[in-house]
């Protein structure tokens, strides 16, 4: 087989028309499919994550109705099991609680993935405790200072703030809506995120001078370290507070959220929004809902589809449904994906008019980009943990690893700063991996494959070495994994292979290219400048 | 030298600012002066000396007292703001004593919250309980806040029964009021106690109940667990023997002698009172002579605080010029320290609780309610933790400051000059600082613009002022635009004091010393304690 004949696919199909992509004029494809793809990678950066805090540890058993174990449930769980001809049946083994049926529709229309039994090994019963785990993502008897969102961001931001915003990063890199910031966002040495407790307190940011009052003296020791941490988070709201008060001017919900005050949730989500509405290039935010500790008043006795649990998912389902119509309503459903955490389930058994702190709960995400549907089976009410406790099926950190791969296309190196170790992914999202699976390289253990001149501007060599003759199918992807177009396939020789590529018409970014041999795959990555 | 060695010396200005930083409500630069000169043991014995008990909070609609009187829900949540505003007050009013910053200290420690408790005359008792136990005994002190009632409906002891248990007490008790977790060694084992004593603990605590006649508490034989608890080898294996009738009660009194036996114990009220007082950072040197010698001293005095804050505010370690201004100032601190020092120089007057109590509460209000959007909110504490500034690592007390909290500090203080309005029995009324009546008493010689703006500062900030942040204030602050500022704020000065009638002679001078005053109060330093 001639080269020439090799190459067939993305090079010879350029025609060269130009296209304002991203900010960056560029050649492209007219109408080209493969475009759009390309178009979409760009938008990569783009991409959203909104982390749902549960505080107090939600009752996952009456949040999701075992419906296969009914018997026992209403043996155990007196004191809060709603009655069955309330129960919305979500599918033939799982309920909602009627509050949480507005769940339902997300879920119909595959916006909404849960996941069982979510937990870690040797769950620590202390809200405190359990909680810093959660946000650390650390081992239960690991002892982390830092936030597996602040790790995240810190990667990719290794100088914040040093430096921030500038002309790429001009937005907070991270935002917490509330009050303190939560350790989640705690990078390595300083908070990556900033808080916003509602837009309208924000607009009285200080304005004008920043109060340090001159050339700023070098101070050492406890109170130098706290000079210079006010100095730095005065400098951040100055710098930032322009930018968000336009953006926020700018934004505009579309959905109808319920009135001020009535769901601390819907408030919070409302802003957040807003404020991707309005263009804030921030990716990660923070939002909490509290008060899920419900050792008493779960439920009301006399009615016990009401109560503290009833109202706080009333708040959880309400506020997930409206800002999703919002994001669909703007046309951002694409970007934005939303998980919920909570620091631990609550135990099978009932104990008063109420749940003690437990182990295992489900976890929800929600948005376009999830696949949808139940991973994992409902908890078993019997076969439980010695202390009486739910049985773990998935680690927290699955999900952790899962969305920054499957979402912020967190490579293999970045993966392991943020969560320390490998976790098996789950299938949550339509997007995948960048990362293949371990094995998949097992059979092509050995050989190499790399481009030069990269990053590239125009024409690049695909250089690799075969250390057998047989068919080869050699594929570019965008940066989410997706395949934009052979480059070639065929048969080939044993020994070094050399491939033109023309990049030309590629926007700049990020890609892969993939070798499929008989004894397995190897890829590389091509970084597209100009 | 050991870092918990008497320091010997008389107070100097830094140190008496210091101490009365910490220690007090009061940091003004009057009572400065007064510490000055005074040795520490004096210094100390006037912080801890008693002061009569203050009287429980007045409705100033009625005139009458409601804490003694059947739960209104009509009126629960005003009586809640009332003794919020009485609190506040007490505060404010603390002077030279240390009892409100342990009253709020052990707030912090011992939780219950509004939301949670809703009732008001369960928390004035509760409050009166912390006030009491200030400088009290500390094993008593958790006794009774054991069965407190508004701690009872808190953290849900009031349910804990033998058909129901519920650990939510017997947990937090020892995990956040008493011993704290260690590592976990293995499942359910937190070194100092294990999930096995967080089962033990509830079942000895079973048959508490909050009475909502009277807002007291009692015990109910009948909800009690009678069999014997055994406790883990994190306490000696234990028995707590188990009792039936009245005597089941006698079960909580060992269960708190139990933990009190354990050396950790005390161990972990130093570092709460360490952490409180003086620095959130703890390391092994701190831990060992600091920590080791407060925990000593506290076991030696059989569970009295007093001798141990004798004995750390007296230390050379507390003096230590490192450890001056090495925390972030909470917010009930900024706000309430920060309208007492400015107190004498309202216009109009801050109303007395006398004249006009309504008036007066509301004033208090705006300080509580500062307080509350800049995340310290009492009696309305985020969870059962405490603020979040006292234990979470790695921040800790520079969790007080983002973007949006440092935005409500600021707005807070410059309001104290554009002026806040309440209502008054004279209607809504602004109150303002006269910044030049205080002024005058603080500076000899006002046309002097660099010995102005060192005086207007100086009591202020956590940490000295630069020579170089002097001079920008003096430059570009006081007198900013001048080719020459010092003669240009000399002059308006002169100005002003030759004709102190004329409105804009002295508006042109009141304006200035506001803006250093309001741009001192936003830097760093004053952000300090």
Redesign the interface.
Known sequence: MKRRDFLTGLGSAAIGLPLVLDGFTTRAFAESPTLKHVAALAAAQDRVLVLIQLSGGNDGINTLIPLDQLSTYYRIRQAVAIPENRIVKLNDATGLHPRFAPMKSLFDDGNLTIVNGVSYPTVNQSHFRSTDIWFTASESDQYLSSGWLGRFVNYEAPNFPTGYPNDKAPDPLAIEIGGAMSLTLQGNTNAMGMTIRDLSAFEQLVSGQTATGGSVAQRTGKAGNRIDFIRDVQAQSQKYSTRIRTVADKGRNKAQYPDKGKNPLADQLQIVARLIAGGLQTRVYVVNLGGFDTHWDQAVPTDLTTGIHANLLGYLAEGMKTFQQDLKLLGLENRVLGMTISEFGRRPATSSLGTDHGTAGPMFLFGAPVRGGIIGKNPSLTDLLPDGNLKMQYDFRQLYTSVLSQWFQADTQHLNTVMMKSFEQLPLLTTTSVNEPQNAFGGASGMVIRNYPNPCAATTNIEYTLPQSGMVRLTLHDALGREIATIGSGYQSEGKQLVAFDASALAQGAYFYRLQTERGMISGQMNVVR | MALMDAYTGTLDEQRARHLLRRATFAPTTDNIKTFTGRSATTAITILLSATPAPSAPIDPTTNEQWHNKPYSSEKDATYNEYLKSWWTGLMFNDGTSLREKMTLFWHNLLVSSYPAVQDARYLYRQNALLRRFAFGNVRTLLKEITIDPAMLRY??GN???KS?????YG?ELQ?LFTIG?G??????N?TNYT?QD?RAAARVLTGWADVAENATSRFIPENHVTEDKQFSAAYQNTVIRGRSGADGAQETDELLDMIFRQPETARFFCRKLYVWFV?T?IDATIEREVIGELANTFRGSNWEIKPVLELLFKSQHFFDA???????KNPIDLVVSTAQYFSKYFTPTIPSQVDDLAGYFNVMKWLWQSAD?Q?MGILNH????GW??Y?????F???W????????R??FTDKLFAGFTVATKQGMTRFAVNSIAFTKDVCANPANGDDLVDKLSIDLT??A??Q??K???MD??LAPGFFNARGAWDMNWSFYVSDPNNAAKRQAVQSRIDNVLK??L????T??V
């Open positions: 953290l849900n349910t804990n029964t129901a248990i519920n650990e939510n947990r995990e977790k590592a976990e060694v293995s499942a359910g937190y999930e967080v620095g950072e490192a450890n001056m201004g090495a925390m972030v959007a995340e985020p969870n059962v933790a979040k500034a234990y979470q690592t790695p921040q007390d520079r969790l400051i983002n973007a949006a909290t440092l935005a409500s600021n707005d956590g940490v002022l630069t170089a942040q001079l920008y204030l570009e602050v741009f001192v936003q830097m760093p330093e952000h300090l």
